[in-house]
């Protein structure tokens, strides 16, 4: 039997075909293995509950007390104004301490109290009228939303009365100075939250397909001892691992093309203001660099039950933290340093610059570069520790 | 029940916790990295949001009217633009989320007592900050709406301004926040993680310690051995609430110390009912081992059940009090809510035993029943 020839006698058509023919083999093992794509089913579920329940919800039913010591029709106009959707009635109380208590065991969220000449106090118009007003803000959300719709309620309200008193003193209407907020929303003008949530997921899916497949196919093979036989063949570590990045490009390019022009458009109707070819050709770039951190995290782990783990440590916040969850501008400086190293931070402004912003090549070097450099450093690093470990 | 063999179980399962460096790390690190992780992923308090102003008024009072948001920590001042087509490359760029648009003439008009429109341009690509800054943008409107409202119509009657303010608005709001009391989203959010990770990380543990065993094949040693089913499950099951219990104080320093939640109820509630709850969801990882035949199937299933469960049935997306009767009498059959309960009463609401009592007891009677219910259904002898 002949030994086999050194790698570097082989012609560079030869070392082609050997890329080649090993990111068919990745592929074809990717579509036959049916626990990897339940996995992307199944990251991409829970994702989804994840998401739902982050999702800062309206107003809805918050049980209020009423403490009315004035008695009136006004009192009773004004407590009558808070209505459903928002709001619903809990009773009266008498006491304060009855309310906290109340309050305490979370049966009520919030307690409005109505002091004693409340309405001669609006008709005077010399001091103003105080209500009172207590608000769990034991979740901040809904605390926040109850005090800030009540605010807006007893305004109104308030503004009525002063208006009546003042037409019936006989005042002539005079023109008042006031600021109107008129808003105008560009790049999405209905507000289409969908628009949103659903390039949000899709980047989602990207990154988590990206980082795990390739990260189990190199634990799966390590695992198996297959990558023994790898070794033993005339292929260099990169010819092992690069096909494996190469059949991820391959399947996030199928997947996302699938997603865009199957989902997003055609149901959600979302736009492609800038160029396609550059959006793909970026998400290749994406998918290389995180199919670098994949292996990189693979040559970390020696069993496919550690890969849930890399999800849970790696992917996950990779995900909540890189801007589609929670604003940046929110979060502490040093959390905003870290994050500038996850590629998603970049591809989610490529992904939302192209695709709503219309923004072209000039507008996003900044973001295409960081994600190429990100990529270059991350595959590097994975190869190295990987001839280091079984070369 | 026989309390050696129940403790020889235990010690060798703590010993095995100690000696398996990546199960060790798991077990520790993965609560609090997830804490840090779900703790600033989700508060969604919209703060330092960059924005730009286009004032073609470049007056006196357009210059009090950026101060005001200036002022504001919910705002990050980005500079101004100096015409339209800076402004929508400052958009395009992302790098503002809204560019205030002041009119010309936007003092004369409000000078002569006429209203004005100031427009905003909201970057509509992440919709969901934008609700919030068009509440603040539109109560800032409105406080400076009504300043130059009562200013007019002092001057002209030759009132006071305070008498004006008054005539314009005889109603004030005066209001109070109980249990939290700025308001601060991640004060709320930080408590109820601990439940929301516990659900997750606890069920986990014990499940694997299980499973491992099966998988390994270690568990036909216990099979063939004297041991009953429940003192086997029993000495799987402390030695794992045990790390869980650890776990919850470790996030409690977290969540008090770093994230800077206050704790106004009594420590040894919290502690007495966290035991409670490390027990109940323990059996919940019991039960998995029943279903999980390797540890990748035990990972998920807990995973998955664990967020599914924290998110729908603790009261963190619904509250309790707006729980509708179904879904309400379904929380009732997992921990989550009861512990939810127990960790705000304690942080924020600082409530005693006397309101939380019943949820230990509901703890205990819990972890009886799936202990009770896991042993039944623990099978030593394999299916052929």
């Given amino acids: 039997m002949r030994p086999p020839e050194p790698p570097h006698l082989l012609g560079l058509s030869r070392r082609l075909r050997q890329i080649r023919v090993m990111t068919g083999k990745e592929l074809r093992q990717l579509v036959r293995d049916r626990a990897l794509l339940i996995f992307i089913v199944y990251s991409f579920t829970l994702h989804m509950f994840v998401a739902a329940g982050s999702e800062a919800s309206d107003l809805r039913d918050a049980r209020f007390l009423v403490r009315d010591l004035d008695r009136t029709p006004a009192s009773r106009e004004l407590v009558s104004r808070f209505l459903p959707p928002h709001y619903r009635p809990a009773g009266e109380v008498a006491h304060p301490g009855e309310a906290l208590d109340r309050l305490d065991r979370g049966t009520a969220v919030m307690l409005l109290e109505i002091p004693e000449g409340f309405s001669r106090t609006i008709d005077e118009g010399v001091e103003p009228a105080t209500v009172q007003l207590l608000v769990d803000t034991s979740s901040a959300n809904t605390g926040y939303l109850a005090s800030a719709y009540s605010a807006r309620i007893a305004a109104r309200y308030g503004a009525e009365r002063a208006q009546e008193n003042l037409a019936r003193a006989g005042a002539v209407r005079e023109q008042l100075p006031g600021i109107e907020s008129r808003d ?18 899709l980047l989602t899916m990207i990154t988590v397909s990206c980082i795990l497949l390739p990260a189990a196919a190199l634990v799966r093979e390590k695992e198996r001892g297959t990558i023994e036989q790898l070794l033993v063949s005339p292929l260099t570590p990169f010819q092992v691992m690069f096909p494996k990045v190469l059949a991820m490009i391959v399947v996030t390019l199928f997947g996302s093309a699938v997603a865009y022009f ?23 770039l994406y998918a290389f660099a995180n199919a670098g951190l994949g292996l990189l995290a693979a040559t970390f782990t020696r069993r496919t039950a550690q890969v849930g783990m890399l999800m849970l440590l790696t992917v996950m916040p990779i995900i909540m933290l890189s801007g589609i969850r929670a604003p940046l501008e929110s979060m502490p400086g040093w959390l905003q340093a870290a994050i500038w190293f996850s590629p998603l931070r970049h591809f989610l402004e490529v992904g939302y610059g192209i695709l709503l912003r219309g923004a072209g090549v000039a507008e996003l070097s900044d973001s295409i570069a960081v994600i190429a450099a990100l990529g270059a450093v991350l595959f590097t690093a994975g190869l190295l520790r990987f001839r280091r470990q079984l070369g | 029940m026989n309390a050696r063999r129940v403790i020889a179980v ?9 000696r398996d460096r990546l199960y060790f790390g798991l077990a520790f690190a993965l609560p609090v990295i997830l804490m840090i992780v779900y703790c600033y992923g989700l508060v969604q308090d919209v703060e330092n949001a960059p924005f730009a102003i286009l004032d073609h008024d470049r007056s006196t ?3 009090d009217y950026a101060r005001r948001f200036l002022e504001s920590r919910y705002f990050d001042f980005k500079g101004y633009a100096a015409d339209g087509r800076e402004a929508e490359r400052l958009l395009v760029d992302a790098r503002v989320r809204m560019v205030l648009v002041v009119p010309p003439g936007f003092e004369r008009d409000l000078r002569e007592g006429r209203p004005v429109a100031v427009q905003t341009i909201f970057d509509g690509t992440n919709t969901t900050p934008i609700r919030t800054l068009r509440g603040y943008v539109e109560s800032i409107h409105r406080a400076l709406g009504a300043e130059l409202r009562a200013d007019r119509l002092a001057r002209t009657r030759g009132l006071a301004p305070e008498r004006a303010e008054v005539l314009l608005q005889p109603l004030r709001v005066e209001t109070r926040y109980l249990y939290n009391r700025e308001v601060r989203a991640l004060w709320a959010i930080a408590p109820s993680m601990i439940m929301f990770i516990l659900m997750m990380t606890s069920p986990l543990l014990t499940a694997l310690s299980i499973v491992r065993e099966k998988e390994t094949g270690a568990i036909y040693n216990i099979y063939s051995a004297t041991i009953t089913r429940a003192e086997y499950l029993l000495g799987k099951l402390l030695p794992n609430s045990v790390v869980s219990f650890l776990n919850i104080l470790v996030l409690f320093v977290l969540a008090t110390q770093w994230f800077g939640a206050p704790f106004e109820g009594s420590f040894r509630l919290f502690a007495i009912a966290s035991l409670g709850f490390v027990l109940c969801t323990g059996c919940l990882g019991l039960l998995v081992s029943l279903l999980a035949k390797s540890q990748q199937a035990a990972l998920m299933i807990s995973v998955i059940c664990g967020v599914v ?3 729908n049935f603790s009261g963190m997306t619904t509250p309790p009090q707006a729980m509708p009767p179904s879904l309400h009498a379904t929380a009732q059959l997992f921990p989550a809510m009861a512990f939810r309960n127990v960790v705000l009463g304690t942080f924020l609401k600082g409530l005693d035993a006397r309101l939380l009592w019943k949820d230990v007891a509901y703890f205990l009677l819990y972890a009886a029943l799936a202990f009770a219910l896991c042993a039944t259904l623990f099978r030593k002898r394999t299916k052929a």
């Fill in chain 1, 184 to 201: 105008r929303v560009w790049f999405n003008a209905t507000l289409d939250e969908k628009w949103f949530s659903t390039i949000s997921e």
């Fill in chain 2, 61 to 63: 009072l357009s210059r």
């Fill in chain 2, 309 to 311: 469960v924290a998110l």
């Fill in chain 1, 262 to 284: 199957g989902i997003l458009l055609p149901v959600y109707g979302v736009p492609a203001r800038g160029s396609l070819l550059l959006f793909f050709g970026v998400t290749a």
């Fill in chain 2, 10 to 18: 235990a010690w060798k399962e703590a010993r095995e916790i100690w």
